[in-house]
């Protein structure tokens, strides 16, 4: 191996890799799509998660009680749709042609992505508000056409990406699931609706063999349980289409964002091979109500606890002495896994019976998921993207010719601070409200974590404003010799 | 005439925001060679598919075509060997407090 030492008159070999034309040009991104296209699935995200405080404010007790209606699901789809699905597409055209090393298969299929997702997403929330079952049909059917435009973007870029690692099965998984819920849901939502229009219209048109096509759905799926339905519906997203991205996706992030060793290609294959069982063999059996769904919930378990022993090892062997906030922030996050698998188990137990203390218990695990293990997950990373995004609008020409501001120095630390405090504050109160099936609290713990987004919100935003002085820790560090390189 | 010195010195202005740190101290620099005012280097990032790559090598070509005497640089960014965390250097990374 050679020395990095400089030998005037030698030529350097090596391996191949890109080499960058001579000229010194303006540092352009070689493979990220345009800041603006992540940043509007952001700005739609923190629209969404703003409103479902308001929501918790107006209907406390879809908390406070356990029951199913309209407002409990309008509030669930703007969280898990409006919030973390904006955030999650944003983030992934954002990564994905990075980390694969090419360019997104197409923007413009994205941009029209983020006007369905947005359309669709508020245009389901408003329905299910309303409860108009048929228009949330609809507008859900605007949301499935644009997964399916993400779903072809995202595939053919990495279908042509030079590097093929594990990341790809994991984002094959995620979008499959992705799919799959998206199918479920619409087919939920035919199944509450009714079809009289059937009768007259003839099977042979298009139009008649969509309308029978709709009506047979709604007659096999109102053969299984609808309780178990939606149960299965849902689980189906939080489990297949966000928990597992989330896993695929940290084994790649933490060890980049914490300079900790990577884990074996092997072993991930491994946890997320296990997911996709455990989503697959759980959706099934929650739909039938069958006692195997405890195995499928063990065998979920035991991935998670295989992740978290690997994300325990990253970060233990990390040579940042020091985790930054947003890194804290996200691995918070992660630590909602422990009491949320132990919930599992206990929920999957096939003897429970449901009573009002069960009942109670099932929404604490939904609060938990969403506002609790994505939400802090989410915010964790959008503080490492949205800064990213400013500085290399901002700095990035600069690199190399003056020194530049650090990534940390776009947003005020002490805002992330507060906001990650209100957060803990309001996950606390909203726990307690909602046990103690106190709408009073679950008030007051809704306007804590809707003070924690607006927080986030503005310390994110106020990022593309903020002129930070490149201080001297950004300064290049001197040393007496390079380091070698064996 | 280039000077060595200012080699390096250039190079370690070209600064890794995320981790506030200059990407020789990272060690991500595995070879810099020059000849005739022509500069070389070979490089690597953290992971591959790091967002910094397009930077961090205009960075280096930037910096490096600041040096009196640089007519011209190449840069080669390759990922074998791969960066492991063994390769900051110790005494840089305790001198910035191992932490922006």
Redesign the interface.
Known sequence: ????R???????G???????P?S?????????PSVSLPLRFFAAGFLAVGLVPVGMLLRPEVLSTYHYNQYVIALTHLTVLGWMGSVVFGALYQ?VP????TRLASERAARWHFVCHVVGFAGMVWMFWRWDPKQVGHFGSVLALGVGLATWTLIRTVWRAP?RTWMSAVLASALFWWGAVVTVGLGVAAAKCTYESAARLNPATPLGALVHALEATATYLKGFDQIALMHAHAHLGLVGAFLLLLTGVSY?LV???T????VSAGRVWLVIGLLDLATAGSFLTILHRSPWKLAFTVLGVTALALYGWDMMKIVR??????L?LPMRYFLAGLLWLVPLAGLALYLSHPGLTLTVRVGQWENVYGLWALLGLFSFSLVGMLYKIVP?LA??RR???R??????????DLYHEGWLRCGLGLHLAGMLVLTAGTLGTNTSLVRCGAALWGAAMAVHGINLALAWVRRPVAAG????????Q??S?S | MIREEELWEALRRVVDPEVACNIVDLGLVYEMVWRDGRVKVRMTTTSPGCPLEGVLVAGVRQALLSVPGVAGVEVELVYDPPWHPGRIHPAAWAASGGES
């Open positions: 191996m050679k020395g990095n400089p030998q005037e008159g030698r030529n350097a090596g391996a191949g890799g890109d080499v960058a001579a010194g040009a303006l540092p352009v991104p070689t493979h990220a990564l990075v980390m694969w090393g590097r790649k060890p980049m964002f300079l900790g060793p990577n062997g990390r040579r940042r002495p020091r930054d990213f500085w290399y700095y990035a020409a690199v190399g010719l003056e020194p530049v501001p650090g990534l940390q820790r950004a300064v290049a560090v001197r040393t007496a390079p380091v390189v």
